[in-house]
């Protein structure tokens, strides 16, 4: 019945105007924001750093949205380290029944160990893995303090995504996204979750996730079509490429029809050199278009 009733409020949405709400989002304002994060260091659970972006997470939304709830719990990890982490879910309209779910990881991975990387002792830097998924919710945050949305928003940012070894330690990934799943906020499920990770590469060029297609088709035909009315097919490529696991496959897992919006073809994925230089104020501006105006398709 939830797939009906998403396919039936896509044919609905489909008769406004998708266009007139283009510019809201503002790409430069979203750039501060990565600079912002980086300039605290690697948001790593359990540093100054991390605490230091929590707060200024907090005292952001708190200014933004019409109520902020804080999930935040302690994660044992495999090797029994103890990681103090939270979760950040800014609501917007929280009374109304039909919902859509934004989402990002806060967090920044301790160890640069992607395959590209020049030294695996040292930290990810996260302007791009982290930094601009956040950078993209907190613009849209703006934008919908500015001028209210008709349908409930809820943009969630998660911890601990990042942490751990996503073969041998699987409990210590996704730490947050499952955390949230399994501790949902009051009141019903949103009708649809849009994950956006790496959004913010300099040759930026989204194609279609495997998981995404296989958990929710109808959002991938949803999200690319948007996209595509707003002139942003070139970067939105409407053909299948990687498999990922990543934050969208938590909430699925609990019914959420979760799709993840991500540029894995990023070299400095997972290295030392995930900084400020590598990201551009150009393809946050892409991306935010696109998640503004999914909110926009209801007004």
Not at 46 to 57: D, I, K, P, Q, V
Not at 144 to 166: H, I, M, N, T
Request: aromatic share 8%.
């Amino acid at each position: 019945m939830r797939r009906i009733a998403l396919l039936a409020f896509i044919l609905v949405a489909g008769c406004h105007d998708r266009t007139s709400h283009a510019r809201e989002f503002a790409g430069t304002t979203a750039f501060h924001y990565i600079e912002t994060q980086v300039g605290f260091g690697p948001r790593i659970p359990g540093t100054e750093a991390h605490r230091r972006a929590a707060a200024w997470l907090d005292s952001l939304l708190r200014q933004r949205a019409d109520t902020v709830v804080v999930q935040s719990w302690t994660h044992v990890t495999a090797k029994g380290d103890s990681l103090p982490l939270t979760n950040f879910i800014a609501r917007f309209k929280p009374g109304a029944a039909k919902r859509i779910l934004f989402l990002a990881h806060w967090d920044s991975r301790p160890t640069a160990d992607g395959p590209a990387s020049s030294d695996s002792t040292k930290p990810v830097p996260g302007a791009n893995d982290g930094g601009s998924g956040v950078a993209v919710l907190l613009g849209v945050a703006d934008v919908l303090k500015r001028a209210p949305p008709s349908v409930g928003v809820d943009l969630l940012f998660v911890d601990g995504e990042d942490y751990g070894d996503f073969t041998n330690a699987p409990n210590d990934v996704l730490i947050g996204s499952r955390y949230y799943a399994t501790h949902p906020v009051a009141g019903p499920q949103p009708l649809y979750a849009v994950l956006f990770d790496l959004v913010a590469d300099k040759d930026l060029q989204i194609f279609e996730e495997g998981n995404s297609l296989v958990g929710a088709p109808e959002v991938v035909e949803l999200v690319w079509d948007t996209a595509k009315d707003l002139g942003y097919a070139g970067t939105f490529v409407a053909t299948p490429k990687h498999t990922l696991i990543d934050d969208h496959l938590e909430l699925q897992k609990v019914g959420i029809r979760a799709i993840d919006v991500v540029d894995f073809d990023y070299p400095s994925w997972h290295t030392p050199d995930d900084t400020i230089d590598k990201v551009s104020a150009a393809s946050l501006q892409i991306v935010g278009d696109v998640a503004v105006a999914l909110v926009r398709r209801e007004d």
